[in-house]
C-alpha cells in the first residue's frame, strides 16, 4: 500500500594492466578482442584507478552527462528505469488505445491512464475535487470529530498522523501484525524542523503552504501557514531520529490494543473511523511510542482551527497531484525544485504511467515479464546466487573474529535464505478496483481503498510467502529481515548489473555484488539481529557481538568524515548509512570471492587489457554512476540510508585487499588504505 506502508527494509572500470609497470600513466592503451563487457568510453584516462576508482571508470560519462530537467539525478538506475518506463508506457498506452473495446483488467489500465492524461477534464474541475472535502475538515467540532475524519480520509490516500501497516510479526514471525509510527510532517525528516542549515528550507516551506492555501481559499493563508509549521516542528520534536529508527530493539514494542488507547487515548476513533474491525487491531507493533504520546498531548494543547489547518493540508498535499495545473505546479515547485532542485516537472504520460503503477503494478507487471523476462535469465541468476551463498558460507566458515557456536547460528541462517528472482508465483487480484475515466482522483482513492483491504486481510493469518513489495518492473532490490528472503526484480536483471552472455567478472562485479549486497543485509547491524526464522532474537554471543560492533564502529568513522563532491562542506552519516555500508562492504567481497569460486582454479583471460580482477571492480565501480544535483544530495545525506554512489564505489574498494592487489595499489596511491585500517567484517 502507498500510505499503509509497505516494511521495506530496500540497494569499476579498471585498465591498469596486470601489475601496472607505468604506475603513474593510466592503463587502457586500447581494445582488444573479445570484449571485455566493460564501456570504455566513459573511462576518464586522466584519473588513475590507484587514486580515485570510480573517477577513471566512469569520468568520461560524468563529465559529459547533463542531468535532464525533470529530475534530480541520472546515473545507472535512472536509465534502467527509463527503459522499464517506456516498456511499461508501451502496454498501458495499447490498453488506453482500446477504450470500451477493452476488458477485464487491461480495461481498468487503459481507463485509469486515460482519466489522468485527460487533462482539459482535469483542469476544468479546479479544485472541485477537494472542495467538499476541505468544508469537511472546517466544519469537525471538536478534536475527537477530526481525528474521525482523520481515519476517514486514511482511506481515500490522505496521510495523517501516523502510518500503518501489515508485516511478521518480529517476536513471532509465524504471524502478521499491523505496525504503526510516526508521521504528522510535511518536510522530508524531522531534521529538517531541527537543524540550523534547513532554516531556509523550512521559510520556503511556509510559503508554500501559504501558496496553497490561498488556491484553496483559506481565510488569512500566510498566518495559517505559520501555524501550521510551528504545529509540524512540535510535532517533529517527538520524532525519532533515523539512526534511531535502524534499531530493531527499539522499535520493536509490542502492545495491546488497551495500552495503545492508553498512549494515544482517540486512537480507537480513529481505527472505527477507518473501519478496521478490532480483530485486526487486538495486537499492534508500536514504532515510536514517544511520537504517539507527544502527538496525544498537543492534540490537547494545540486548538481545533490549528488541527483543522494541520488537516486541510493533508488533504491538499495528497490530491495535488491529481488537481489542476496551478496546484500540480506549486507542489513540484516545493518538493520538486526546492527540495530537490528539479527545474521541471516529468511529462504528463511519464506521471500516467505512475499512477497506474502504483494503482494496478503487478497487473502491467504480469505483462512486463511475459514480454520482456527471458525464463533463462531466472536460471543464471539462480546459479549466481547459489555460487554467493556458497561463498558466504565459506566466508563464515573461516570467519577469525567469530566463535564457533555463533557462526553455527550464522550459518543456519544462511541455510534458510529463500530468493524470489523476476516476479511473483502468484499474482494480485484488482477485482475490487473499480475504475471511472471520468473521476481521476476518485480513482487513486479507491485504488487505495481496496489496497488497504487486501492488505487487512493478511493480519492475523499465517505470513504469505509468495507477496511481493516490489513489482516485477522495479528497478530494485531488497531483503527482507522477518522473511529471511531476497528479491530481486526482473527491471534490475539487465545490463550493467546482469548480462546474460556476459563475462563472468562483469556479471560477478554487478549483479553479483548486488545479490552480496542483499544476502549481507542479513548480516548487518539490523539483520543480524534476526535470526534464519525471522524472529528477533540475539543469537550472538557477547563476545562476539563486541567484536561485530568494533569492526562496525570502525566503518561508522571511515564514513562519517566524507563529503560527496555534490554537496561539499556535508558530511555522511556513517550510522544512517551502516547497514547499507556493510551490505556493500560484504557484497563485493563475497561477490569476490564466488567470482574466484566460479573460475574453479582456472585464471580468467585479459580483456580489454583489464584482468579478470580489473573488470570485476571495473563492474562494480560502473554501477554506481551518477551526477545529482546539490540539494537532492544534501536531502539524500539526511534522509537516505545509502551513501553517496561515490564512496559505495570508492570507500568499500578502499577496504579490499584483493582491489589493492588487482591494481598493485601502494602508499604512494589515493586509493591506498593501511592493511591494518581496513575492515573485513563477512
Not at 108 to 129: C, H, Q, R, W
Not at 225 to 235: D, G
Amino acid at each position: 500500500m502507498r500510505k499503509m506502508k509497505e516494511q521495506h527494509l530496500a540497494t569499476s572500470t579498471m585498465q591498469t594492466l596486470h601489475r601496472c609497470q607505468r604506475r603513474r600513466q593510466p592503463v587502457i592503451e586500447g581494445a582488444s578482442v573479445p570484449h571485455s563487457g566493460i564501456a570504455l568510453s566513459n573511462i576518464d584516462h586522466s584519473v588513475r584507478p590507484q587514486d580515485d576508482l570510480y573517477q577513471h571508470v566512469n569520468g568520461a560519462w560524468l563529465k559529459s552527462t547533463t542531468i535532464p530537467d525533470d529530475r534530480p539525478l541520472e546515473g545507472t538506475f535512472t536509465a534502467l528505469r527509463d527503459g522499464a518506463e517506456l516498456a511499461v508506457r508501451e502496454i498501458i498506452e495499447e490498453a488506453a488505445g482500446k477504450g470500451p473495446a477493452a476488458s477485464g483488467i487491461e480495461r481498468k489500465i487503459g481507463d485509469l491512464y486515460n482519466s489522468f492524461m485527460d487533462e482539459t477534464a482535469v483542469e476544468a474541475k479546479g479544485m472541485d475535487p477537494i472542495r467538499a472535502r476541505l468544508d469537511e475538515v472546517f466544519a469537525t467540532t471538536s478534536i475527537a470529530e477530526l481525528i474521525a475524519l482523520a481515519g476517514r480520509l486514511f482511506r481515500a490516500d490522505v496521510s495523517g498522523l501516523f502510518y500503518i501497516y501489515p508485516a511478521p510479526d518480529a517476536g513471532n514471525p509465524d504471524r502478521v501484525l499491523l505496525y504503526t509510527g510516526q508521521g504528522g510532517l510535511g518536510l522530508p525528516d524531522e531534521s529538517y524542523y531541527r537543524e540550523e542549515k534547513f532554516v531556509p528550507t523550512v521559510e520556503a516551506y511556509r510559503d508554500y503552504v501559504g501558496t496553497m492555501f490561498g488556491m484553496a481559499g483559506i481565510a488569512d493563508p500566510a498566518a495559517a501557514a505559520a501555524r501550521v509549521v510551528a504545529l509540524e516542528t512540535a510535532l517533529a520534536s517527538h520524532h525519532w531520529d533515523n539512526v534511531t529508527l535502524r534499531d530493531p530493539q527499539k522499535t520493536y514494542n509490542l502492545r495491546s490494543a488497551e495500552q495503545l488507547n492508553e498512549l494515544f487515548p482517540l486512537l480507537d476513533i480513529w481505527f472505527q473511523a477507518a473501519d478496521i474491525v478490532p480483530d485486526k487491531r487486538q495486537e499492534i507493533v508500536v514504532s515510536t511510542p514517544d511520537f504517539f504520546a507527544g502527538a496525544a498531548a498537543l492534540l490537547v494543547s494545540e486548538s481545533l482551527p490549528v488541527w483543522q489547518e494541520w488537516l486541510a493540508l493533508r488533504v491538499i498535499n495528497s490530491a495535488a497531484p491529481y488537481l489542476s495545473s496551478a496546484f500540480v505546479d506549486a507542489n513540484f515547485a516545493f518538493y520538486g525544485t526546492t527540495i530537490s532542485g528539479t527545474p521541471r516537472n516529468k511529462d504528463r504520460w511519464k506521471r500516467g504511467v505512475a499512477v497506474v503503477e502504483a494503482a494496478l503494478g503487478e497487473a502491467v507487471g504480469q505483462i512486463y515479464v511475459a514480454r520482456h523476462f527471458p525464463e533463462s535469465h531466472k536460471e543464471r541468476m539462480q546459479t549466481l546466487v547459489a555460487n554467493l551463498i556458497e561463498a558466504y558460507r565459506q566466508s563464515i566458515t573461516d570467519l577469525t573474529w567469530m566463535g564457533e557456536d555463533t557462526k553455527a547460528e550464522a550459518l543456519r541462517k544462511l541455510g534458510a535464505f529463500r530468493a524470489k528472482i523476476g516476479y511473483p508465483d502468484e499474482w494480485i487480484d484488482y477485482s475490487a478496483v473499480t475504475i471511472d475515466p471520468s473521476d481521476l482522483l476518485g480513482n487513486v482513492e479507491r485504488a487505495h481503498n481496496a489496497d488497504v483491504d487486501r492488505h487487512l486481510d493478511e493480519v492475523g493469518k499465517p505470513v504469505d510467502l509468495n507477496k511481493w513489495l516490489m513489482t516485477p518492473q522495479t528497478v530494485n532490490a531488497y531483503y527482507h529481515p522477518m522473511l529471511n528472503e531476497i528479491v530481486f526484480p526482473a527491471a534490475i536483471l539487465q545490463p550493467p548489473f546482469f548480462t546474460a552472455d556476459a563475462d563472468d567478472a562483469v556479471n560477478y562485479g554487478g549483479i553479483g555484488a548486488v545479490i552480496g549486497h542483499e544476502i549481507g543485509h542479513g548480516f548487518d547491524d539490523q539483520g543480524s539481529q534476526f535470526d534464519g526464522t525471522g524472529e528477533l532474537r540475539n543469537w550472538w554471543t557477547e563476545d562476539d557481538r563486541k567484536a561485530f560492533e568494533a569492526l562496525t564502529s570502525r566503518l561508522v568513522d571511515q564514513y562519517n568524515v566524507l563529503s560527496p563532491s555534490a554537496a561539499p562542506g556535508h558530511t555522511v552519516n556513517g550510522r544512517l548509512t551502516l547497514g547499507e555500508n556493510i551490505g556493500d562492504l560484504g557484497g563485493l567481497t563475497i561477490a569476490y570471492k564466488a567470482y574466484r569460486l566460479s573460475l574453479d582454479g582456472q585464471e580468467p583471460p585479459v580483456l580489454d587489457a583489464l584482468t579478470g580482477e580489473q573488470r570485476f571492480f571495473a563492474s562494480w565501480a560502473a554501477a554506481w554512476r551518477q551526477v545529482i544535483r546539490g540539494e537532492e544530495a544534501i536531502r539524500r545525506l539526511a534522509t537516505d540510508p545509502h551513501s553517496p554512489n561515490e564512496f559505495r564505489t570508492n570507500a568499500i574498494a578502499r577496504n579490499l585487499d584483493a582491489f589493492h592487489a588487482a591494481f598493485s595499489v601502494t602508499e604512494e596511491d589515493g586509493m591506498w588504505m593501511p592493511p591494518e585500517e581496513r575492515v573485513s567484517i563477512w
